[in-house]
């Protein structure tokens, strides 16, 4: 009896100072089950890239994801003339946490979280095989951060920028039909001092405006140029008078790509996107004065997207706006001019914004600046 007690206690003796393998490795398989991408990953940040699209060369995607799980999605579809759509929400996280699934404002996309981007995935949260290359959105900057437009900085963001306007809805968010400018017309609002000037519908409209202590925008009395257009273009100017004639609050998202979104009283929004001014990217700029040639001509080096050249010479004016001097050289320009489309047969004379281009040792004379419109002084059909 002696002999087996003993035995018994040497072998739980011995299992005791044994390895608990299958204990142990489901201890580590717990450990590295809890390293996910949730947990693991800067991933909040904004990420962009060109989706796949079944009736069009893509879609433009760029999806800002904040720590908070809310996104902002907006999407340009490639050669379709449909506007911009912008869509605002809550995301959640897959059990495993190395997913997410935006909600139905966005159609319940879902994506897989990687180290600086994300892959869309099918329906079922799975791969979508060989195409999933073509699905990637690459990270390009940290999530947007709320700031007030009061707030030291906040300013100079709406004067440094652009804004285009991407979607307009009211408060039940339905789009504002009456806001729709027509194909090939995108509002553009620019902030100067205590000015905004809005342009790409029918006519520019323009005047005073301020920021109260609230954060509200208050625009005094818009004015507006007298050019006569299709009805939908003149009927959405002044619908964006209209709106803009009540406050609106302002809420100011900085991040790589700037976000602004305009909210009246009864929750009707305006949301534009913010694009770095010619001012803001290249300095002050000199005023000139070019007449454009009703043709193109054939150039060694035209501008991207184009085969020939605008050609163009300098014109002088006085303080009176009065011709002087001489004409310069007729010349081709090899860079376009912002803002401005050529028409065959039109010549015209432009006050231009002309910008010293940094960074561009080697490049030709012509290459060295960029050009942007500021007025058509004037214009006329030439006959061939």
């Known amino acids: 009896m002696r002999t087996a007690a003993l035995l018994l206690a040497m072998a739980a003796t011995l299992g005791a100072c044994m390895p608990r393998q299958g204990v142990d490795q489901q201890a580590t398989n717990r450990s590295i089950d809890l390293h996910t991408s949730r947990n693991s990953l800067d991933w909040a940040g904004t990420y962009e890239g060109v989706l796949p699209c079944a009736d069009c060369p893509g879609i433009r995607t ?10 902002e999605l907006s999407s340009v579809y490639l050669e379709r003339q449909v506007p911009p759509r912008t869509e605002r929400g809550q995301f959640t996280w897959a059990a495993g946490g190395n997913a997410i699934t935006l909600d139905a404002r966005a159609g319940g996309q879902q994506f897989a979280v990687g180290e600086g981007s994300l892959t869309q995935l099918d329906m079922n949260g799975a791969p979508s095989g060989p195409s999933s290359a073509n699905r990637v959105l690459k990270r390009v900057g940290p999530a947007a951060t709320a700031t007030s437009p009061a707030e030291p900085g906040a300013q100079g963001v709406l004067q440094a920028h652009r804004w285009t ?3 307009a809805v009211d408060g039940q968010g339905r789009r504002i039909e009456r806001l729709q400018a027509g194909a090939g ?9 205590t000015r905004i000037n809005i342009e790409g519908g029918c006519n520019r409209l323009f005047g005073p405006f301020q920021i109260d202590a609230d954060g509200r925008l208050k ?16 009927q959405a100017d002044s619908a964006l008078s209209d709106l803009l004639a009540q406050p609106m609050k302002v809420d100011l998202a900085t991040a790589a790509r ?3 979104r305009l909210v009246s009283a009864t929750g009707e929004t305006l949301v534009l996107s913010g694009q770095l001014t010619p001012e803001a990217r290249y300095g002050a700029p000199t005023l000139v004065f070019l007449e454009v040639a009703a043709q193109p001509v054939e150039c060694s080096r035209p501008p991207a997207g184009s085969t020939k050249c605008l050609q163009v010479r300098e014109r002088r004016y006085d303080d009176q706006d009065l011709v002087v001097g001489t004409p310069g050289p007729w010349l081709p320009l090899q860079e376009s001019i912002e803002g401005f ?13 002309r910008f010293q281009r940094s960074g561009a040792a080697g490049a030709g004379a012509g290459q060295s600046f960029v050009y942007v419109l500021d007025l058509i002084v004037e214009s006329e059909l030439v006959k061939p």
Do not use: N
């Open 341 to 353: 489309t050529h028409q065959a047969g039109v010549r015209s004379v432009l006050r231009v914004k």
């Open 219 to 234: 625009v005094d009395r818009l004015a507006s140029t007298m050019m006569a257009c299709e009805p939908a273009a003149m």
């Open 258 to 260: 700037p976000a602004l």
């Open 165 to 167: 306007l991407e979607s």
């Open 62 to 71: 760029t999806l800002t994801l904040r720590s908070d799980d809310s996104f």
């Open 185 to 193: 017309r995108t509002y553009v609002f620019t902030f100067a001092q």
